[in-house]
């Protein structure tokens, strides 16, 4: 096979096979009398192999695991699998515990009122906690009050107080402050309750399409390494 006949099949063109080969995608290949590459069906699976792993592992890892299994240490090659699978994993608990927080709130989220800051005492007050809470609060990334220039006390906004009226709650629900802290800064960054359902929505439809990215990637490596044992 020469590589126009491998890269037909990918929508690829010749000189992306040359470089997969020269990059050690590809199991060495042999070379005619006259110095063209000649490839056979074993190279034909291992092209496979990447672009599939490449979906779920990402092109870096997947060159990583395409070069570890050319190389013989299939070893190396299943631990970089693992690393994924368990940052995938990492991933899936992380959007699971914000969808969970988001969930287990009692009422609907509070929306920022416009006003005055508050200062510490004003808003341990108002929530009824001791303002050393909020201060640890403050530590552990749930809460970002503003300072003021003159005297360097914290002053608590609108946004602020919503975020601490949200903390309230959710501890009361038995939350973590890290886990309080993981969820507001999902809010943050998705802009709003609503945008944040929509957020995790299409969250969980790339991790379930990464999932199925790994398993055909495991597929198709594992073909490879079905042809290579036979050859």
Not at 61 to 88: F, P
Not at 133 to 155: N, Q, V
């Amino acid at each position: 096979m020469r590589p126009i006949d491998l890269a037909r099949e990918h929508g690829l063109s010749a000189q992306a096979i040359r470089n997969y080969d020269d990059a050690g995608i590809l199991p060495p290949a042999e070379r005619s009398a006259t110095g063209y590459r000649i490839y056979t069906p074993l190279h034909a699976q291992a092209l496979r192999a990447f672009l599939a792993l490449r979906g779920g592992h990402g092109h870096r890892r997947a060159v990583e695991i395409m070069r570890a299994t050319n190389s013989g240490d299939t070893e190396s090659a299943y631990r970089l699998i693992d690393a994924t699978h368990a940052a995938l994993r990492t991933e899936r608990d992380t959007r699971a515990e914000v969808a969970t927080a988001l969930g287990a709130l009692s009422t609907t989220l509070p929306i920022p009122a416009h006003g005055r800051p508050v200062t510490v005492g004003e808003l341990a007050h108002r929530l009824g906690v001791h303002p050393a809470t909020l201060r640890t609060w403050e530590t552990e990334g749930i809460l970002h009050p503003d300072r003021d220039r003159a005297t360097g006390y914290r002053l608590y906004g609108p946004d602020c107080v919503r975020d601490a009226e949200i903390a309230r709650q959710l501890r009361r629900g038995g939350y973590l402050l890290s886990q309080i802290a993981q969820f507001l800064e999902a809010l943050r960054e998705a802009g709003g309750a609503e945008a944040l359902r929509t957020f995790l929505g299409s969250w969980q439809d790339r991790l379930t399409m990464r999932s199925r990215h790994l398993l055909a990637g495991a597929a198709q490596l594992d073909a490879y390494l079905t042809l290579r044992d036979q050859t």
